[in-house]
């Protein structure tokens, strides 16, 4: 692995853009679940659920920790790093959609397919930050555990609340 090609001064600004691109995305989804808060308390979920007060403070640090990892693999050089920072951005708009899906529209089977589409791309993006940086690869591993667990979460959710988020279909639970 090269060594960063920017000095670091010249880094600041392609920080800002990975934290400002990050927090953006977060706000889009979080503007559904806030806005959502009311119908979350009505839903049936599992005793081993975070209370509702813990996302915030969790998918905080999880989009601080995924803006310092896209930095860390765009210092390499952006043009070399595109595919990679390609997948980090395609993971960031299955991320904001599947608060939209299972928060803003309460469709419990799309936002578990999301879910699911969201954990592998998380997982391709983290292959495509090793190859860049095994330190960016790394800070992307407590995103993948939370979806993972979100995910879970989301499926059980779903299936006790089959009329405020659709049948879950051919499942049998």
């Known amino acids: 692995m090269s060594a960063p090609r920017q000095a670091p001064p010249r880094n600041l600004p392609l920080l800002a853009g990975c934290l400002a ?12 679940s806030i806005e959502a808060a009311q119908f979350y308390q009505q839903l049936a979920r599992p005793a081993w659920a975070p209370p509702p007060w813990l996302f915030g403070p969790v998918w905080s640090v999880l989009y601080l920790l995924m803006a310092l990892a896209a930095w860390r693999v765009g210092r390499h050089g952006v043009r070399r790093a595109a ?12 991320n904001a959609l599947w608060s939209w899906l299972f928060f803003g529209w309460h469709r419990g089977a799309l936002a578990c397919a999301c879910i699911v589409a969201l954990w592998l791309a998380i997982a391709a993006t983290m292959r495509q930050f090793g190859r860049h940086e095994r330190l960016a690869a790394l800070l992307l591993w407590p995103y993948l555990g939370w979806v993972a667990f979100a995910g879970l979460l989301c499926l059980d959710i779903w299936r006790r609340n089959p009329a405020l988020l659709g049948a879950p279909g051919g499942f049998i639970f």
């Open 21 to 32: 691109v990050t927090f953006a995305c977060a706000a889009i989804g979080a503007r559904a």
């Open 83 to 94: 595919p990679a920072l390609l997948l980090y951005a395609g993971q960031l708009v299955l």
